[in-house]
């Protein structure tokens, strides 16, 4: 039975490594790894204790409790402050144990076969560690960590943005904050720090440490998680010229590389004539008629059996993002999957399902507007040689 109040939570910034690692974990037969859980255990916090309905609530039942047990007549304003507080902090755990209580129902965790369970958390901005750290206070923190250049090179080309100096610079300041942001985990005590590099290069190795906190020893199927890409950029842009004044440009950038042992690297070599610009990465979709279009390759394998295509990245599909489904509409799609002219389905499938069963579920998704798919026979769609249509 997975230990639910003992999460592995992978951290880091967007486009540094987080599915691979996700993936290398989640084919351990000890570990089940879930995906990007989106700033769910925040909402949900956010939910069940910080909105204003739920703070009224609790403060009636705090003070039903002090009235069926009042404080003997003369108690001092600082101990009915600390009975107080002390009452929060029995609603706390409450509240945490109904956000887990519902994480197990929806996950089935507490059936599983894995000793652990896991996700990952990709936060744009300052997350909520107080969240994470009462509803899972035995939580095991993995921050992935990519150089700071080939991380700015691949957020600037996977959001089809120049990669000009400004662009580097403003990428490189996020990469720092990132790292600062996620390595102040490191004061729970249940703290790896990895790099992208070093998971590539020897993922046995790399992976030593955390593994033996669990518990657990490297397995040999974790390797088969390197068969697969990742969450593809599409284009290779050069790193424009002036590197050593982009670090300097970022105040604390350079120790920050020093210490992880990251070295800028040289600089960019003009682009020799003729050669593709970044402009000429291939096209997410081809329209093939009318309300008919071609899925394109590379898909972004998110886990298990499921494949993601990037239906952001059309133009021309822009206007199925409003049609895609949601919690609150999760039937409104209108598009239909095709492998080789045969339709997949059923449509708007559960997450869970289409990861763990595959065959040809999927689900058109409103809030990213992607298309989360899998193969009839849970086959890589990116090496099966089968064609990929949608129609409306």
Not at 290 to 310: H, I, K, Q, V, Y
Not at 366 to 390: C, E, M, W
């Amino acid at each position: 039975m997975a230990l639910i109040d003992r999460p592995i939570i992978i951290i880091g910034a967007g486009r540094s490594g987080t599915s691979l690692l996700d993936a290398v974990l989640g084919a351990h037969p000890g570990i089940a790894m879930f995906g990007e859980f989106d700033g769910t255990i925040e909402q949900l916090w956010r939910q069940f204790w910080q909105v204003s309905a739920a703070e009224t609530l609790r403060s009636r039942r705090i003070e039903a409790i002090r009235q069926a047990e009042p404080e003997p007549d003369g108690t001092s304003d600082t101990l009915i402050f600390e009975r107080v507080h002390g009452l929060e902090r029995q609603e706390r755990q409450r509240v945490a144990g109904i956000i887990r209580g519902a994480l197990d129902q929806l996950y089935t965790l507490a059936e599983r076969p894995e000793r652990y369970w896991g996700f990952k958390e990709i936060w744009a901005a300052g997350p909520d560690w107080q969240a994470c750290d009462t509803v899972f206070p035995e939580a095991l923190y993995l921050h992935i960590i990519r150089h700071p250049f080939d991380f700015a090179r691949s957020s600037a080309d996977w959001q089809r943005l120049p990669f000009t100096a400004a662009q580097l610079r403003a990428d490189l300041a996020s990469w720092l904050g990132h790292l600062r942001m996620n390595a102040a985990r490191a004061e729970t005590g249940r703290y790896f720090r990895l790099r992208y590099e070093a998971l590539l290069a020897d993922p046995e190795a790399a992976l030593a440490a955390p593994l033996a906190y669990l518990g657990l020893g490297w397995d040999p199927a974790c390797r088969s998680a390197f068969g697969r890409r990742y969450v593809p950029s599409g284009r290779d842009s050069p790193v424009p010229p002036g590197v050593a004044a982009s670090v300097a440009a970022v105040r604390g950038l350079a120790d920050a590389m020093a210490e992880l042992g990251y070295d800028p690297p040289g600089e960019a070599l003009p682009r020799p004539a003729g050669s593709p610009t970044p402009d000429a990465a291939p096209n997410a979709v081809t329209r093939l008629g009318e309300g008919r279009w071609r899925l394109n390759p590379p898909f972004e394998a998110d886990s298990g059996a499921a494949w993601t295509a990037r239906l952001h990245m059309a133009p021309e599909l822009a206007g199925f993002e409003a049609r895609a489904d949601t919690l609150e509409q999760p039937y409104r799609s209108p598009l239909m999957l095709h492998e080789d002219g045969v339709a997949l389905g059923p449509a708007h499938s559960l997450h869970a399902l289409i990861r763990g069963e595959g065959g040809g579920r999927f689900s058109h998704w409103g809030k990213q507007h992607i298309l989360l798919f899998s193969a009839s026979d849970q086959s890589d769609p990116n090496r099966n040689g089968r064609v990929y249509t949608i129609s409306a």
